[in-house]
C-alpha cells in the first residue's frame, strides 16, 4: 500500500481512526522529527563526553588497577586493550562522521572514516560488517543507490528526502 509503508489498511485505521486530518499528521510528523533531532544531538553530547574521557584515561595513564572501565578503544592503544563496540556505538559513531563528512559514504570509505577518528573495527571484513550494522539499523540510516549510507532523518540533496514516502519498505525514496 503506497506511502503507508507496512501497515495494513486495518491497522491504519486502528491506529489513526477517521476523522483525523492531515494537518494533525503533519503537526505530528513535525514533533517527532523535532523530537528525533532533539534525541540524536544529547547522543551526540554523550558521545563526545565517553571520548574526552576515554582521553583523560589515556592521559592519565591506565585505570584498570584503580578500577576504572574503558568503553572505546583507540588505534593507538596495543591490542591487548581494546575493546570491542556494540552495533549501537558503531551506529552512531557512523552517524558522527556521516555528519561531518557531510555527505553520504559507501562502506568501505565509511570504515576508513571511521578508523581515522581512532575508533578500531572489529572482524576479518569491516566493511561486511559495519554494512551489516547499518543494515539492522534500517530505521537509523537509508542506503542511497550510488552515493552510500546516509542518516534517514536528513534530507541529501535531491537524492534522497526523509518527508516523501518509501517506494519500498526499506529503501529510499529516489528521484
Sequence with gaps: ??????????DFLAVYPAGVYMA???????????????L?????????TLLAINDAEKLLGDTSQSGGSQSHNTQHE??????????????SIAREVLLERGRPLKRGALVRA????????SGKDKAKNLG??????N?????????GYWPRDLKFGTAYDPE???????SPRLR
Design 164 to 170: 516523501l514516502p518509501p517506494d519500498g519498505i526499506f
Design 40 to 48: 540524536t544531538a544529547e547522543l551526540d553530547r554523550l558521545n563526545r
Design 114 to 121: 571511521i578508523e581515522e577518528k581512532g575508533f578500531h573495527l
Design 78 to 91: 596495543s591490542p591487548q586493550r581494546r575493546v570491542a563496540f556494540t552495533p549501537g556505538e558503531v551506529s
Design 1 to 10: 500500500m503506497g506511502g503507508l509503508g507496512a501497515l495494513s489498511r486495518a
Design 132 to 137: 551489516t550494522i547499518l543494515w539492522r539499523h
Design 139 to 147: 530505521h537509523d540510516f537509508v542506503h542511497i543507490e550510488k552515493f
Design 24 to 38: 494533525d499528521f503533519k503537526d505530528l510528523r513535525e514533533s517527532l522529527h523535532r523530537r528525533r533531532a532533539e
